[in-house]
């Protein structure tokens, strides 16, 4: 059975960080793409951050430079290191995954073929105070 769980949402205030756990079960994760996606009340669902099999990372440009993605793959863990936040980023964080991938994680990132990735998690609730 397939699992993601999120952990490490919580309130900070403006400018502080955050890092977010994804921990997977039940699939191979090295072989898995991987990312992260959020969604704010009345907002649409947006791709964050991405990290392919090989390592490549890919960034929406609302959070570069400030969110970095990261996995440890002994533990099956995903990883979103996230400061400098800002109320904007206050938001439901999930996790993804998906195997059959094909293309620029880039472009996966931007069109948004992450939220349609086949296994997510509940999500964790991150709220940036100003």
């Given at each position: 059975q397939v699992q993601l769980v999120e952990s490490g949402g919580g309130s900070v205030q403006a400018g502080g960080s955050l890092r977010l756990s994804c921990a997977t079960?039940?699939?191979?994760y090295s072989s898995y793409c991987m990312g992260w996606f959020r969604q704010a009340p009345g907002n649409k669902r947006e791709g964050v951050a991405i990290i392919d099999s090989d390592g490549r990372?890919?960034?929406a440009?609302?959070?570069?430079?400030?969110?970095?993605i990261a996995e440890d793959n002994a533990k099956n863990t995903l990883y979103l290191q996230m400061n400098?936040?800002?109320?904007?980023?206050?938001?439901?964080?999930?996790?993804a995954a998906d195997a059959a991938?094909?293309?620029?994680i880039a472009a996966i990132l931007a069109l948004g073929v992450i939220l349609d990735f086949r296994y997510r998690g509940q999500g964790t609730?991150?709220?940036?105070?100003s």
């Open positions: 079960s039940g699939f191979t990372t890919s960034y440009d609302s959070v570069k430079g400030r969110f970095t400098s936040l800002k109320p904007e980023d206050t938001a439901t964080y999930y996790c991938v094909h293309g620029s609730q991150v709220t940036v105070s």
